[in-house]
């Protein structure tokens, strides 16, 4: 049995913990000495009485997870496997789903171990790790998958350098090697995967409902901008839905290539759509001084970037993000308003849409909204990992 640490928790957080908060923060814990990554701590008051156990991880988000508030488990290899036993058991109907084959099979705190994501590619199993003390329990976890799945072959990605960014190296852990591009499925579309490249693997699976929703119920007959494009999955999505044109805008070079393939696998001739390879600010200020206007703007930008002039917060600056897709959005136009950010919520979302609109002297219509997909499994007692918002939104 492995040592256990005991970290007293102080007593403004004693029940926060209690009711199963997961997230072990600095402010929470009296004395946080520099543990030792993925030693097991078990918070306890301030008269050593147990509250919780789980393991010290140093990741942006704070200082490890809670993994239980029993006292008698064991963090070993039973332990992982039922986590991840019921994890799999709850996305059943994906596994089962021919027309989609890529989703999230284990989402961090909201299935029971924070730090550690699994997403499922085609048979194939991918690993995020989000910081040295969670990749401490790597073999529990992998030999979890063994025990229960079949898998083609597992990739991984370690995220935590020591800015909490991906480390590169061949990410490729078990099985067979995969040949990238792999094509996986999503409600029928074409994605090119690529599991063996970077942090990103080309297409954002928390976006499934929204891309959907787009093109089966907004893009036929619309002229659509699709900004922070990334490989473009929003503009396949529209074209497929049947949208005149679609026009894609990322900063990044490799968007375009990525952009032209997406298109490319789903037999849409990328011709016949623009691809954009700028800063969308200052896209956004050439469509104004050409008069240029869409039916449909979709924008979502990281939380965070910083291109060569500007820097964009989201909770700074997504206010002045839509006054600029309002002025280019034709009237009775829909405005896809999307956010990863998990520092505010939803209300506040909607007041940046709301003053954006006012500023603008514009009025608009809420029309739906989305937060995660159900295979993004979300801890209630954590609502900062139910981190999406998307907003479809009607100017009037
Ligand atoms: N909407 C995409 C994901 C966006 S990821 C999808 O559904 O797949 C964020 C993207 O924003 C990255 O590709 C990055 O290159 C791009 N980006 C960041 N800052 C930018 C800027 N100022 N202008 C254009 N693109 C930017």
């Given at each position: 049995m492995k040592i256990e640490i005991s970290l007293k928790v102080?007593?403004?957080?004693?029940?926060?913990?209690?009711?199963?908060?997961?997230?072990?923060?600095?402010?929470?814990?009296?004395?946080?000495?520099?543990?030792?990554?993925?030693?097991?701590?078990?918070?306890?008051?301030?008269?050593?009485?147990?509250?919780a156990k789980g393991y010290y991880g140093k990741q942006n988000k704070g200082y490890g997870w809670v993994l239980t508030r029993n006292e008698l488990d064991q963090l070993d290899q039973r332990f992982f496997t039922d986590k991840i036993r019921v994890a799999i058991d709850y996305r059943k109907l994906f596994f089962q789903d021919k027309e989609t084959t890529a989703f999230r099979v284990f989402n961090g705190e909201g299935d029971g171990i924070g730090g550690l994501t699994i997403d499922y590619f085609n048979g194939y199993y991918l690993l995020n790790w989000y910081s040295k003390g969670i990749y401490h329990f790597r073999e529990y976890i992998i030999n979890s998958l063994k025990e229960l799945v079949e898998f083609k072959g597992i990739y991984q990605k370690k995220r935590f350098d020591e800015k909490g960014k991906y480390i590169e190296e061949d990410d490729f852990v078990a099985g067979e090697r995969g040949q990238f591009p792999m094509i996986v499925k999503e409600n029928g579309v074409n994605f090119a995967i690529y599991l063996n490249e970077s942090a990103m693997v080309g297409v954002f699976l928390d976006q499934r409902d929204v891309r959907r929703?787009?093109?089966?119920?907004?893009?036929?007959?619309?002229?659509?901008?699709?900004?922070?494009?990334?490989?473009?999955?929003?503009?396949?999505?529209?074209?497929?839905?049947?949208a005149t044109k679609t026009t894609s805008v990322d900063l990044a070079n490799r968007s375009r290539s990525k952009t032209i393939e997406q298109f490319g696998i789903n037999g849409i001739d990328y011709e016949a759509q623009d691809i954009i390879v700028e800063d969308v600010f200052n896209y956004f200020k050439y469509a104004v001084k050409k008069e240029r206007k869409f039916d449909m703007v979709i924008l979502d930008p990281p939380s965070f970037a910083r291109s060569k002039k500007f820097t964009f917060s989201a909770e700074k600056d997504y206010k002045n993000l839509l006054?600029?897709?309002?002025?280019?959005?034709?009237?009775?136009?829909?405005?896809?308003?999307?956010?990863?950010?998990?520092?505010?919520?939803?209300?506040?979302?909607?007041?940046?849409?709301?003053?954006?609109?006012?500023?603008?002297?514009?009025?608009?219509?809420?029309?739906?909204?989305?937060?995660?997909?159900?295979?993004?499994?979300?801890?209630k007692e954590f609502s900062e990992g139910n981190?999406?918002?998307?907003?479809?939104?009607k100017k009037q």
């Open positions: 102080k007593s403004t957080f004693v029940n926060k913990f209690k009711s199963g908060y997961p997230l072990i923060t600095k402010e929470a814990i009296i004395k946080l000495n520099d543990l030792e990554e993925g030693a097991i701590v078990k918070l306890v008051d301030d008269q050593n009485r147990f509250i929703t787009i093109r089966d119920k907004y893009a036929n007959g619309k002229n659509v901008l699709n900004t922070f494009s990334y490989t473009g999955a929003f503009s396949v999505f529209a074209a497929l839905g049947g006054k600029e897709a309002i002025a280019i959005t034709e009237k009775n136009g829909t405005i896809v308003a999307s956010t990863n950010c998990s520092s505010f919520g939803m209300d506040k979302f909607k007041g940046f849409i709301d003053a954006a609109f006012k500023e603008s002297g514009e009025k608009y219509k809420l029309l739906e909204e989305f937060s995660l997909p159900t295979d993004f499994k979300t801890s981190y999406l918002k998307v907003v479809f939104i």
